[in-house]
């Protein structure tokens, strides 16, 4: 049975953002996510390794059972946390990047995806998303200093922001993130409403992958029974269980970005439709010369 072929080059009011989302992720879930994998895979795992480990040096170095070792516990977070660190910053990139790059692949034939092709626009992309990332990161920190208002206007245009980049090819990283601004005023409010709608949608399937940990942690802790023991808060954050579910909870939620990541791909089309109408004419060229 062939796969309805979702086209992302229209203008959509709210509804079809949602559904045109969901409907992306669900029909290329196998391919997208061998793919992704294929890809990003080594450094999601390098990251929640690093995760693990970090977990437990923490945990380690504030029992008090080995205070006494807690240079040297010291200096071996601090080298943990910065592999951490580092390859939180690399899967994350790949994984927008191997997001983007998959549908742009899927755009440009129709239906198929070329994961050769999308491999090597990842990794020849890899330093101009880490731009992209820096300023997105410091504009949402400057915006969240401001208050409430500034997060939620820089919202629509930092997602938006790395479609730009890979949709439009021919701008730098610079052009990408001004046209951000440009762009997201062509209907902001679809945009902004869609959007908030998929992060609340997020927001609940994240919690829904962390309820084990929640759980564990209550039942360790002795809350649930109403007794709180020390001697367990002191080697809690160390504990192997909790380090475990702690890694596969922020795995599920690491793959869950991607929905964003969709979700700005599908409104930065919407966006670009409704100034430049670039797939309407397209569409209108291909009847023409089905019509010959």
């Known amino acids: ?3 309805a072929y979702i086209e992302f080059r229209k203008q959509r009011d709210f509804n079809a953002i949602l559904s045109d989302t969901f409907g992306f992720l669900r ?29 437990y040096t923490v945990g380690d170095i504030v029992n008090l059972a080995s205070f006494g070792n807690a240079s040297s516990g010291i200096f071996i977070t601090i080298a943990v946390a ?20 998959y549908i742009k692949s899927y755009v440009d034939h129709k239906g198929a995806v070329d994961p050769a092709e999308i491999k090597t626009n990842v990794h020849q992309s890899f330093w101009s998303f880490f731009g992209l990332s820096f300023l997105k990161g410091v504009t949402l920190f400057f915006a969240t200093m401001l208050c409430v208002l500034p997060v939620f206007y820089a919202m629509i245009p930092m997602a938006i922001v790395f479609s730009i980049y890979v949709f439009e090819p021919r701008r730098s990283t610079t052009e990408a993130f001004s046209q951000s601004f ?6 902001f409010w679809t945009a902004f409403g869609s959007f908030i709608v998929i992060g609340i949608i997020y927001y609940v399937l994240g919690l829904v992958f962390s ?25 809690f954050s160390a504990d192997p269980v909790l380090i475990v579910l702690n890694v596969l909870n922020t795995f599920f939620q690491f793959l869950l970005n991607t929905i964003l990541m969709i979700a700005g791909a599908v409104i930065y089309f919407h966006l670009h439709e409704k100034v430049n ?16």
């Open 1 to 3: 049975m062939n796969k």
């Open 211 to 235: 309820v084990p940990s929640i759980i564990y942690a209550l039942v360790s802790t002795g809350i649930f029974a109403g007794e709180i023991d020390p001697a367990n808060l002191n080697t």
């Open 82 to 101: 910065l592999i951490y660190i580092i390859s939180a910053i690399a899967a994350y990139i790949l994984t927008a990047a191997t997001t983007l790059f």
């Open 277 to 292: 109408f670039t797939g309407t004419y397209d569409r209108i060229s291909d009847i023409g010369k089905i019509d010959e």
């Open 182 to 187: 440009t762009l997201a005023h062509a209907d």
């Open 27 to 55: 029909n290329e879930f196998k391919p997208f996510i061998k793919t992704l994998f294929n890809i990003a895979g080594p450094a999601i795992l390098i990251f929640m390794i690093s995760l693990a480990a970090y977990n």
